[in-house]
């Protein structure tokens, strides 16, 4: 397993980590069943031309190095962006920055863009406000994905309990 | 181990001198090897590791005795162990995977109630690789013994470490590196009357269980590695059951933290621990920073995402299961290296834990 520098880097001095008191809105995605989870908060606030903007961001991640490293830096890239420009980030522009994630870890960066895609869903919708199509789309194969876990979660618990049963 | 590299490069199959030489280092490497478990040296067959030693106690057992089609192992082997027995129940074997306890160790009347008119084999590891666990072989292999089933047990952490009760085993798998010696030899111990069909075939070496030319340099070394730790064993053993009762002790006043393995009947060098709301990989990248190497049977250091089959057969909740840690001390840690990381991995633990939406205690 080979981490770059720049995933290294983050996952030793991880940046906007931890709860913001005052968010807008939170994301949360993973399951324990992968060992991943990341609740990302943003904060948004309208900018001098009106814009929504998210004006701060902070996450809180159970994972491995690069579930670490993607929550620092999709913090990084979604900061100060306007809602339009943040809903454009991708798990590639996520894995890009660091300078690649091994193969395994992959999942890692789409976790990363799947928590600010939820954030910014759950503070539109909390809103009142019309969700972009694009969003909308994420949102559901973010949800078919969660519901795809809590099946596997099911089946593996069952799994073990079956492995216990004697032989 | 050096000279045979190069100054003493003879194949020990020839017969001029510097073959003559390599054969004799490869006998007398036997006779040392047979001597630390008080077996004969025709017993000891050189393999390129314990992998390659379980397979060939296994697959070679199964190809020498065709009706016997049922073989007993635990959940918890390695999966040099466990795969080859996958790949029997592939050929139509059937396969009993016994439970262990939440310490990890099988109990020994469910091997006796296992066993079958069939049963070809059973097969117990002596100390778990991962919890540390030692499992009553003693017991197994004697009941394996009073119903005439040959016995195997994968020795490769407890060789060298711990007593074996080598009156009731009749096939026995080690690897050299886990003794501090070279990678990639290692040996199966075969009792007299055992009957084996080779994996390999080619020029008959090893008995014509195992042709191609013999490793050399790596068998001499092994060899040379064993002396060591049999020489030490005690004095190390001792010193090492210190540092794992020091560990235990400290590692276990962090909250949320849970001891994996049994607290005593444990290989002295291995401690296994889970902490709460934290996950092993990235404990361990930490403990790696500060010069303190560690492993974890946690997901996501798996190809498969999936905690550890160790973990999950003594049943460490799932969420305890991704954070877990594996200590391994050895013949040259020191009661300093001790000391580090107990002064390093509180700090370590409450770090990621910060990190981390699971908060311990809430």
């Known amino acids: ?167 | 181990m050096e000279p045979y590299f190069a100054a003493t490069y003879g194949n020990a199959s020839s017969l001029h001198a510097f073959g003559r030489a390599a054969r004799k280092a490869i006998e007398e490497a036997r006779a040392q090897i047979g001597a630390t478990l008080g077996v004969p040296p025709e017993g000891i067959v050189f393999t390129s590791g314990a992998t390659e030693a379980n397979n060939l106690a296994i697959k070679g057992l199964a190809l020498a005795n065709p009706d016997r089609r049922h073989v007993i192992t635990s959940q918890i082997e390695h999966h040099a162990v466990l795969h080859p027995c996958a790949w029997l129940e592939e050929q139509g074997y059937e396969v009993t995977y016994l439970e262990v306890d939440r310490f990890g160790r099988v109990d020994p009347a469910a091997v006796r109630a296992a066993i079958r008119d069939d049963t070809l084999l059973v097969s117990v590891m002596a100390g778990n690789n991962e919890i540390g666990t030692i499992e009553p072989i003693e017991e197994i292999g004697g009941i394996c013994r009073e119903r005439g089933v040959p016995f195997h047990t994968d020795a490769v952490q407890a060789y060298g470490k711990i007593e074996l009760p080598l009156e009731v085993i009749d096939l026995l798998s080690v690897s050299a590196h886990k003794l501090n010696g070279p990678k990639g030899v290692g040996f199966l111990y075969v009792r007299k009357g055992i009957k084996l069909a080779p994996l390999l075939h080619g020029g008959g070496h090893e008995r014509g269980l195992r042709s191609g030319t013999e490793n050399t340099p790596g068998i001499v070394g092994l060899a040379a590695a064993a002396r060591l730790a049999f020489a030490e064993m005690d004095e190390t053993a001792a010193r090492l059951r210190g540092y794992r009762v020091r560990l235990i002790e400290e590692i276990t006043k962090i909250p949320g933290t849970r001891l994996n393995g049994h607290p005593t009947d444990s290989l002295p060098h291995i401690t296994n621990f889970s902490f709460a709301g934290i996950e092993g990989e990235s404990l361990v990248m930490r403990l790696d920073e500060h010069g303190i190497a560690a492993s974890t049977g946690s997901a996501c250091s798996s190809p498969n995402l999936e905690p550890s089959h160790v973990l999950r057969a003594i049943k460490v909740p799932l969420a305890m299961a991704h954070g877990s840690l594996r200590i391994s001390t050895g013949r040259d840690t020191k009661p300093e290296d001790i000391e580090t990381l107990l002064s390093v991995l509180p700090k370590v633990v409450e770090d990621l834990r910060k990190i981390s939406p699971f908060k311990v205690g809430e």
């Open chain 1, 1 to 167: 397993m080979m981490y770059t520098e720049k995933v290294i880097e983050h996952f030793r001095h991880p940046h906007n980590q931890g709860k913001l008191p005052d968010y807008s809105a939170v994301g949360k995605v993973g399951n324990i069943v992968c060992g991943d989870v990341m609740w990302l908060y943003i904060k948004v606030d309208v900018d001098e031309q009106g814009r929504e903007v998210i004006s701060d961001i902070s996450w809180e991640t159970f994972g491995c190095t690069a579930a670490i490293a993607t929550s620092s830096m999709v913090s990084d890239l979604a900061k100060g962006k306007t809602i339009e420009e943040a809903i454009a980030i991708t798990n590639k522009d996520v894995a890009d920055e660091l300078g690649g994630l091994p193969p395994v870890k992959l999942h890692c960066s789409a976790l990363a863009a799947d928590a600010l895609n939820e954030a910014i869903y759950n503070y539109l919708t909390a809103a009142g406000r019309e969700i972009p199509a694009a969003l909308e789309r994420r949102h559901a194969h973010i949800a078919d994905e969660m519901e795809r876990l809590e099946r596997r979660y099911a089946a593996f618990l069952e799994s073990q309990e079956e492995a216990h049963k004697g032989g």
